[in-house]
């Protein structure tokens, strides 16, 4: 398994609070990548860093933030959660080296906004 | 219209079938086709990808990719209850270095049941 770790797993919290999901590998993995997934919709594109300090928006980028001060982390914030933000949270890595097409996923982090 | 379209299912199928699995994309550009397999409350994981036209297999596993139809197929044979999980397409315009910087689109993924 890719070293990709998840934090917190599992997180509840309210509408109006702040959120930081973290990301972290040991892979030494240039490219990293937020998704969310929900039911009708599979995976979509937050966020994702092609290397430290470097991010771009993806697909559905309103109300996220991200930041990669290190090539090991990546983290997603919502700074202020709604509850359409309720949703699973995946991130991904992926390698630079020639030919490198696949992405390695975290375990997610299942966040509920109420 | 979304740019990759997966029938959700859910599918299911007794121990042994065949299974059939489709995506179709609008984006001319998608050059990598891939299929991921997601067990339940796991992350997903690459089952096999295909790049530009043709026939891949691995196994039980065969992918197809049509570009000129663009359509893209996963096919399953002797199905087994282990194979149970939810399968996602996903596309991709360049590989590593590229502009795209490795993203993928996702299909919305289909969600198989096999039976004993």
């Known amino acids: 398994d890719a070293g990709i770790t998840q934090s917190p797993r599992h997180k509840v919290t309210e509408t109006g609070t702040p959120v930081t999901l973290r990301c972290h590998q040991t892979?030494?993995?240039?490219?990293m990548y937020w998704y969310r997934q929900d039911p009708g919709h599979g995976l979509r594109l937050i966020h994702y860093?092609?290397?430290?300090?470097?991010?771009d928006k993806g697909e559905v980028s309103d109300g996220y933030s991200v930041s990669r001060s290190k090539t090991e982390d990546f983290l997603l914030t919502l700074e202020s959660a709604t509850s359409s933000q309720t949703s699973v949270y995946f991130c991904?890595?992926?390698?630079?080296?020639?030919?490198?097409?696949?992405?390695?996923f975290g375990p997610g982090t299942r966040l509920t906004v109420t | 219209q979304k740019e990759v379209e997966q029938d959700p299912g859910p599918l299911s199928v007794p121990e042994g079938a065949i299974v059939s699995l489709n995506c179709t994309y609008s984006n001319s550009a998608f050059q990598y086709f891939m299929w991921y397999r997601q067990y339940s409350r796991k992350g997903p994981e690459l089952l096999m990808y295909t790049y530009s036209s043709g026939n891949k297999e691995d196994g039980r596993f065969t992918a197809q990719v049509d570009k000129s139809s663009k359509y893209i197929s996963l096919f399953i044979r002797d199905s087994q209850p282990s194979d149970s999980a939810t399968y996602l397409c996903a596309m991709s315009g360049r590989s590593a270095g590229g502009t795209s910087y490795g993203k993928l689109t996702f299909g919305q993924g289909t969600i198989l049941t096999v039976h004993p």
């Open positions: 991904a890595t992926k390698g630079a080296s020639g030919g490198a097409l696949e992405q390695y």
């Open positions: 892979e030494n993995h240039r490219y």
């Open positions: 860093s092609y290397g430290v300090k470097d991010t």
